[in-house]
């Protein structure tokens, strides 16, 4: 059974310490019976600088790169001008935030949000009588 809404992309929120202007990193999701995986791209990102915070239904996906130029030269084009990737998620209730597993390798964050129990799929026992 798959739900479509257990994890929502949302616009981020502009705050004096963090700016509207981000990169969106492309998140790829998975769901099966017992939860959802997220697969996010953010190339450049070092794991001092991600960051995962979750606020009551609110995942948000934070990762700084270093945008430098070599000493000397000056960029007469660029395609990559903001240093900030930032995704922001609405999670559904039937997905507990409290047990979320993180791993980070080359370059893509995957995110593990179980269901909570009473919303994971069970097998009804039926007994004869």
Same mark, same amino acid.
């Given at each position: ?26 998140? @790829? ?27 009551g @239904? ?43 597993a ?10 593990r ?8 799929p ?7 009588a």
């Amino acid at each position: 059974m798959s739900n479509v809404n257990a994890v929502r992309s949302q616009a981020p929120a502009e705050t004096p310490a963090r700016p509207a202007e981000a990169l969106l990193p492309p998140v @790829d999701v998975v769901e099966d019976a017992a939860g959802i995986t997220l697969f996010a791209d953010l190339p450049g990102v070092s794991r001092e600088k991600l960051g995962v915070h979750i606020e009551g @239904d609110t995942l948000t996906i934070e990762g700084e790169i270093s945008l430098s130029s070599p000493e000397g030269l000056e960029s007469t084009h660029t395609e990559v001008g903001l240093a900030v990737y930032r995704r922001v998620f609405t999670l559904s209730k039937e997905l507990d935030p409290e047990r979320i597993a993180a791993e980070f390798n080359q370059g893509v964050l995957k995110l593990r949000i179980p269901k909570v129990e009473h919303a994971q799929p069970r097998r009804i026992e039926i007994r004869v009588a």
